[in-house]
């Protein structure tokens, strides 16, 4: 953005510059009549009206882009991000199917000291045996975890807000979103369907010190 202030400040102090040496010389003309009259024909006119012009079109467009920058960060600032890329030590059966059938992917979660893959209803006999193959416990369950993703970034973007918001999670377990929040009245009113159908839960939660 700095690039773009001192740009518009060189061009706005050119323009003004222009402006009074122009004045300048047109008072010069009317005092004597004699002066020859070449700088004050209508391009002159024509030229800073186009000046003008372009001052007032990048003053918009670097109001614009303003808006962008920000907006971007402020979407960087509030974007889940999948923590399954970002694991180095992923055990051997949940990265072989979290990257190969990523989109019958549920999660996992530990239960008595050992990890169970969630896989979507819709998961090809193929991954099923390959995980009694390998005497891995799985259970079934009806939204991958990229499609919780998704759906907890929508939470998020409406959440994020409105006052009382803690924050999102989500459970691999129970293949559900919790949104936890001081006020419960807010999100059990936008996603009241994605409640209902169980997808998401609405916990009352104070603000961590």
Request: with cysteine; aromatic share 16%.
């Amino acid at each position: 953005m700095l690039f773009y202030y001192v740009l518009f400040s060189i061009v706005l102090v050119a323009c003004s510059l222009y402006m009074v040496f122009y004045r300048k010389r047109y008072m010069k003309v009317m005092e004597q009549p004699e002066l020859p009259t070449w700088r004050m024909t209508p391009h002159h006119f024509s030229l800073y009206a186009i000046i003008f012009s372009l001052l007032v079109a990048f003053s918009f467009s670097l109001f614009q882009t303003y808006t962008v920058e920000r907006d971007v960060l402020l979407a960087e600032e509030y974007t889940i991000e999948n923590p399954y890329l970002k694991e180095d030590n992923l055990n051997l059966d949940v990265a072989y199917v979290f990257t190969e059938y990523n989109m019958y992917f549920g999660g996992s979660y530990v239960e008595d000291g050992v990890i169970v893959i969630s896989i979507t209803n819709d998961a090809p006999n193929e991954l099923v045996s390959y995980l009694e193959s390998r005497n891995r416990p799985y259970q079934f369950v009806q939204f991958s975890y990229s499609e919780l993703l998704m759906m907890s970034q929508l939470a998020v973007n409406h959440m994020k807000d409105v006052e009382g918001f803690v924050g999102i999670s989500i459970n691999e377990k129970t293949n559900t979103i919790i949104i936890s929040t001081m006020n419960t009245s807010d999100p059990l009113v936008y996603f009241q369907n994605y409640i209902e159908d169980g997808v998401m839960e609405v916990v009352e939660s104070a603000v961590l010190e």
